[in-house]
């Protein structure tokens, strides 16, 4: 289990909360701290977890330290400020046979609850559309993958964001991809604080290629 985080110590224990409460608990947590300068490493520690420096600030080089430092045969992925739901690892533990990597849906937390049901349907929705087009939307926040495999392909590229889209793709040329439905990750509406319009553009543009400057909008990085 990975986590990568920089400056989150508004997020980091409830994702780490949601973690040590799976029904199926991780044989390991891993936070790789990228730099922060808030106190996200002290609480890592005082909540007994491994924690991983990485001060080469980006979020790909962080998620490559973290699967570097993992020991498990597969490696489930979250961010700091999303929270799996309790039966997030369970679901996933099934379809792990005869698959290099999985994926499951999404739904924001801290919003109204029309608009939080909202945002977990118009993702589905996306989800799919990618899933037609032979582009799987693999997003780290709800990811796991078979760990050899990733290392034998380089882990993640080295780019500023999108860098768990392209290693799900660059894994489904070894393998079976699979998305797990009842998988569900709740991750922070802080995405969206800026206004809905933005937010879109800005997936539509990291989607299309052009990720920079894709973490100005928010503090930190989303990870």
């Known amino acids: 289990m990975v986590i990568p985080a920089r400056n989150e110590e508004q997020f980091i224990l ?83 046979e005869n698959s290099v990597a999985l994926y499951g849906p999404m739904r924001m937390f801290g919003l109204p609850a029309w608009q939080e049901e909202l945002t977990e349907l118009g993702y589905g929705v996306f989800l799919k559309m990618m899933a037609l087009l032979g582009k799987p939307n693999l997003a780290a926040a709800n990811m796991a993958f078979h760990r050899q495999t990733a290392l034998e392909l380089g882990g993640y590229p080295m780019v500023e964001a999108r860098e768990d889209v392209i290693l799900g793709w660059n894994l489904m040329s070894k393998g079976q991809v699979r998305y797990v439905r009842d998988a569900l990750v709740l991750t922070s509406a802080r995405r969206v604080r800026g206004g809905w319009l933005p937010f879109l553009w800005r997936q539509a543009m990291n989607l299309g290629g052009n990720s920079t400057g894709y973490f100005a909008a928010t503090e930190g990085r989303e990870s």
């Open 14 to 96: 409830g994702c780490l909360h949601a973690l040590k409460a799976q029904t199926l608990p991780p044989d390991e947590i891993i936070v790789v701290d990228n730099g922060s300068t808030d106190r996200t490493g002290e609480l890592v520690v005082e909540m007994g977890v491994k924690l991983v420096n990485c001060p080469t600030p980006g979020v790909a080089v962080a998620r490559q330290a973290g699967l570097e430092a993992a020991t498990g045969d597969w490696v489930a992925t979250t961010d700091a400020d999303s929270r799996p739901v309790a039966g997030w690892l369970e679901a996933l533990r099934p379809h792990m």
